[in-house]
């Protein structure tokens, strides 16, 4: 199993600005998700983040506004930018080990 | 392209009674199936898994699974509810070539005294 844990837990945020989602892992993973829960909806992925590679983005999703970092084994951060009310969801990370993913607590968006 | 679909927004059970929530699937290759709660304010947590074997899976909270290749399901299970079962439910299942999930629905489950 993993530990994730996720910063800020929750945050409100004006519209126009960016906002920086951290997940770290207590231990090292290869695979590491980044999903979007809107408000009463299903978890939709929005990029699968490997260390040495750039992210893989879904469709309807793109780099300029959720930009990732993944520098390490433990570590990646997912950006929301230049935001609108419709962002406003819960972000969530996770990680796959031996086909099994674990989920990050989230990070809960209100966008005004 | 591979899919999951929960037919049931909410299901409403009495406790002490057992409680079913369907999940049906669609997906090439053998499937990796699994099933998520989420408790209000809280994150996902998991529940159980089928990658291969039995097909009946148990899990955690005294949940169970039963995978059914003929008709594409693997409905949760458990013999007796309880009021803190009350959560949403998702089923998911494993894109074997990218790893990613790829979720129903979600099924709210309310437990009454």
């Known amino acids: 199993s993993a530990v994730i844990s996720q910063k800020p837990s929750r945050d409100i945020c004006q519209r126009g600005t960016s906002l920086t989602i951290q997940c770290q892992v207590d231990?090292?993973?290869?695979?590491m998700f980044w999903y979007r829960q809107q408000p009463g909806q299903s978890l939709t992925l929005i990029a699968t983040a490997n260390q040495g590679s750039e992210a893989t983005y879904e469709s309807g999703f793109v780099i300029d506004k959720f930009p990732i970092s993944r520098p390490n084994l433990t570590f990646s951060t997912l950006t929301v930018s230049n935001m609108s009310p419709e962002d406003s969801s819960i972000y969530l990370c996770?990680?796959?080990?031996?086909?099994?993913?674990?989920f990050g607590p989230g990070t809960r968006l209100t966008v005004l | 392209a591979q899919s999951v679909a929960q037919p049931e927004d909410q299901v409403n059970v009495a406790e002490g009674n057992p409680l079913t929530v369907k999940c049906t699937y669609s997906?090439?290759?053998?499937?990796?199936l699994f099933w998520y709660v989420q408790y209000p304010n809280r994150g996902l947590q998991f529940l159980l898994k089928?990658?291969?074997?039995?097909?009946l899976v148990k899990g955690s909270y005294g949940f169970e699974a039963e995978f059914n290749k003929s008709q594409t399901s693997f409905h949760l299970k458990k013999p007796s509810a309880l009021v803190s079962d009350s959560a949403l439910y998702f089923c998911a299942v494993r894109d074997g070539n990218t790893g990613k999930l790829i979720f129903g629905q979600g099924t709210t489950l309310q437990v009454k005294p």
């Open positions: 089928y990658i291969t074997g039995d097909n």
């Open positions: 231990s090292q993973v290869t695979m």
């Open positions: 996770s990680v796959e080990t031996g086909r099994e993913q674990f």
């Open positions: 997906v090439s290759g053998n499937p990796y």
